[in-house]
């Protein structure tokens, strides 16, 4: 098996297929490297694709000790695969904690992006809800190490972002929560505690966001609603970013709508590979309609 190991000893595995520029897929909590599967296998058409297991997630290292565990560790693991694989600079494309952690690749290594997407991000990104979301991840995480990962990973999969994905596809849905049930329980409540819970919230995060430059594209479903708002701030303040909302769509985009997730995503490479993703024009900041000052 492939793996990149980490400056702190930890072993990532990974995949990766076709040629051309580099694409790093990053799987949200509830996945793994094997989420990404629809892009990896049309996506290797047009690049490189990797997708990896992030720590606590095996075939990858599973550390015990929490300390192993965070936001800043999450997106230095992403420059590890980068730095074994010998590739200088990347497009990111994440998912969910995934996609906070593109997020944070843009803010502080934008040096080593081509561009990014940022889908499903921002539950528990609000800072009145900052309280209730710790609460909840600290709940979560004492449900994997009392009822262990299989009961635990039923039980998380089954929440009001994740009944659209059911709906649409249910041997999909299927598929999904088994791959959930795999994971270590001590990997999900350590990933839990250390990056879930102590991640900064995006409005303490706006004057990073301000300085991204690179092709931006942010995606959220409809009836994603904590992750609604943190869409529109997002594209509020990122210069470079785009938005796309999938209707009657939850938090999984990937594999809850592939085709569409696929679809957008080509538009948005085969524009920035043209050159022709520019940053937004400064005239449509302007109040109003028509932009009159009084």
Not at 37 to 48: G, P, T
Not at 68 to 75: D, G, K, L, N
Not at 202 to 210: A, F, H, P, S, T
Request: one cysteine or more; glycine letters at 10%; aromatic letters at 10%.
């Amino acid at each position: 098996m492939p793996y990149a190991k980490t400056d702190d000893g930890i072993n990532l595995f990974y995949e990766e297929v076709g040629s051309g520029q580099t694409l790093i897929f990053v799987h949200e909590f509830a996945g793994d490297h094997r989420s990404w599967e629809y892009q990896m296998r049309y996506f290797a058409r047009y690049f490189r694709c990797v997708s990896f297991s992030a720590r606590g997630y095996l075939p990858s290292d599973v550390p015990e000790d929490p300390k192993h565990y965070s936001q800043e560790r999450a997106v230095k693991d992403i420059v590890a695969i980068m730095d074994h694989l010998g590739v200088e600079k990347a497009h990111i494309c994440g998912l969910s904690m995934g996609g906070f952690a593109s997020l944070h690749m843009g803010i502080s290594y934008s040096h080593r992006v081509h561009s990014l997407v940022i889908a499903g991000c921002g539950y528990g990104a609000e800072p009145a809800k900052k309280d209730n979301f710790q609460a909840e991840v600290e709940a979560a995480a004492n449900l994997f190490l009392d009822v262990g990962n299989v009961e635990g990973g039923k039980k998380y999969t089954m929440g009001p972002t994740r009944v659209q994905y059911q709906n649409k596809d249910p041997r999909g849905f299927a598929e999904f929560v088994q791959q959930m049930t795999e994971h270590p329980a001590i990997g999900s409540a350590n990933t839990l505690r250390g990056v879930q819970k102590m991640r900064p919230s995006l409005w303490e995060l706006v004057d990073g966001m301000k300085t991204i430059t690179v092709p931006t594209l942010i995606i959220t479903g409809d009836e994603d609603d904590p992750c609604l708002e943190p869409a529109l701030l997002m594209k509020r303040m990122i210069p470079s970013a785009g938005l796309i909302v999938f209707s009657k769509a939850g938090h999984t985009n990937n594999i809850e709508d592939p085709d569409i997730f696929n679809r957008h995503l080509t538009e948005f490479y085969f524009t920035v590979l043209a050159g022709r993703w520019t940053l937004r024009d400064s005239r449509s900041l302007a109040t109003g309609i028509l932009g009159f000052k009084k």
